[in-house]
């Protein structure tokens, strides 16, 4: 019998499964055979699973290391000697959280997928509970292996090329695994959700009342055609886009207030095309972990305390085209003059540019997190429908399909303006490429998808990232080194280190290339 080292406190953060460093088993302490029981043991096993994914480095990480972040005027080092420049150790502690959280969650939801076999239903009704607590766990596993190949494999687009440990199973203490390959990594993520679809097609469970807080069929379809457009296999990638955009029941959110109430709200009744969330709520609320302190110690806003801003370059991308309701949901602008953004029509002659064009973040942990309903813990985006609409117009792009992928990108841009945009014309595949890039860079921004966008999109898009100088350009920001203007795509850093804890831990892993 294993020894379940407070397996369901929502507020212990299991080792990672492969770290070989459990304390030993002591008699007449609580196993897991004894603590999963019921239907409800699985329930809490999965919320405490999620609970671990709710991390915000990841999110912190993408925006800071490419171009939607720029340092705030408050920043006191925060980042600026890591991430901003580029710098990667192997000890680096953004690498270290993004592993250790997806496989500690990925310990628990292997005790949910096993222990399902076990539990004995009280009816046939709570059976389905049973079932739908599996499904969820499938489909969050797949999600936590698809997160770690995005960040850590050099090249998702080979199958020979490594990934992370695969932990498609309760790995023992004593055994000490190599990493697998994206080819392997693929074949359990598309064999978990494609498992977890067939239970959810039979599963007669109640709906839960917040139910993009939970994974869903929904869920699995788009995490499908996430990991088939990672891997450039665009054929299914439009397959499962489709499946979701056309069956799902979920809409595009179409006007100024639907839009801002996904990211301001959580509401579940006023959020539009939300596909699914990490729930947080003030109860859950630490300083160490919520979203909002990723941006700010205590305030965002001009007489507060933010160390980082949106970024000069990204406010220039919303501002080019007047109307879009993006622009409001990302830069805070309808404070008072002394809490909103101050904006530097000449912010590239300006003597002290830190202190005289301040982008107040908005969006997703910034100003609007500022709410005695959720105490500074906005809820974190993880799918939302948009995504599979750039998707789709990835797919048509990869079948030479250029009108097709304009019109795409057009329904998403006529859903976030006041008016019909016109659809974009593209000269050639690279333009397209770069449209999607462009239009999924203001559409995501800030919900963890740049750098792994820049990773697997740039080269196609025949670009990088774009900071402007100013956002760096002031003496007073003291950046060590050279100024962070760019990182070439072919360098190593795009493929994250595996964590020295876990090289310490493991000596059959290999670390990657560079590190």
């Not at 239907?39 to 915000?56: A, K, P, V």
């Amino acid at each position: 019998m294993k020894k379940i080292y407070g397996l369901l406190l929502l507020s212990f953060a299991l080792l990672v499964s492969c770290d070989n460093q459990l304390e030993p088993f002591t008699p007449g302490s609580l196993t897991e055979e004894v603590a999963i029981t019921k239907s409800s043991d699985l329930t809490r096993l999965m919320n405490s699973g999620m609970n671990i994914m709710t991390n915000r480095a990841e999110y912190v990480f993408s925006s800071v290391f490419t171009d939607e972040a720029a340092m705030g005027f408050n920043n006191g080092g925060q980042g600026i000697r890591l991430e901003y420049v580029f710098l990667m150790l192997q000890d680096d502690p953004t690498a270290s959280a993004i592993w250790s959280s997806s496989y500690g969650a990925m310990a628990r939801f292997n005790r949910v997928i096993d222990f399902s076999s076990t539990v004995v239903a009280t009816s046939a009704a709570d059976q389905q509970v049973i079932d739908r607590a599996k499904a969820e766990a499938l489909v969050l596993r797949a999600a936590c292996h698809l997160k770690v190949m995005s960040y850590f494999s050099p090249n998702p687009k080979d199958d020979s090329a490594l990934a992370g440990v695969l932990a498609n199973r309760i790995i023992a203490t004593s055994e000490f695994p190599r990493r697998a390959t994206n080819g392997e990594f693929y074949a359990s993520i598309h064999a978990d959700l494609d498992a977890a679809i067939a239970i959810f097609n039979a599963n007669t469970a109640p709906a839960y009342t917040n139910k993009t807080a939970y994974a869903s069929k929904a869920l699995a379809q788009a995490l499908k055609a996430r990991a088939y457009a990672l891997k450039g296999d665009y054929p299914n990638a439009l397959t499962n886009a489709n499946l979701v955009i056309n069956t799902s029941g979920i809409t595009l959110a179409t006007t100024a207030a639907e839009y801002a109430a996904v990211f301001h709200t959580h509401n579940e009744a006023a959020n539009k095309e939300v596909i699914f969330r990490l729930k947080r709520t003030a109860v859950q609320n630490s300083q160490a972990s919520n979203l909002h302190n990723g941006w700010a110690s205590v305030t965002n806003r001009r007489n507060g305390s933010p160390f980082y801003e949106v970024s000069r370059a990204l406010y220039n991308q919303f501002a080019a085209t007047p109307g879009d309701n993006r622009l409001a949901v990302n830069v805070f602008t309808t404070g008072t003059a002394t809490t909103s953004s101050l904006i530097d029509p000449n912010y590239t002659t300006s003597a002290d540019v830190k202190n005289t064009d301040i982008l107040v973040l908005q969006k997703h942990g910034g100003q609007s997190a500022l709410t005695s309903a959720n105490g500074f813990n906005p809820d974190f985006m993880v799918c939302r429908l948009s995504e599979m609409y750039f998707i789709r117009a990835e797919a048509k792009v990869a079948a030479g399909d250029l009108t097709g992928a304009a019109a795409d990108l057009k329904i998403i841009m006529d859903a976030r303006f006041t008016t019909a945009q016109p659809a974009p014309v593209f000269a050639s595949a690279q333009a397209a490429w770069k449209g999607i890039l462009d239009e999924r860079r203001k559409e995501l921004s800030f919900e963890g998808f740049r750098f792994i966008d820049l990773k697997r999109l740039g080269t196609l898009a025949g670009a990088s990232l774009d900071r402007d100088p100013a956002d760096y350009a002031s003496a007073s920001w003291n950046i060590p080194g050279a100024n962070p203007t760019n990182l070439s795509l072919t360098s190593y850093k795009w493929a994250l280190p595996i964590p020295q804890a876990e090289l310490n831990a493991n000596g059959g892993i290999q670390q990657n290339t560079g590190y």
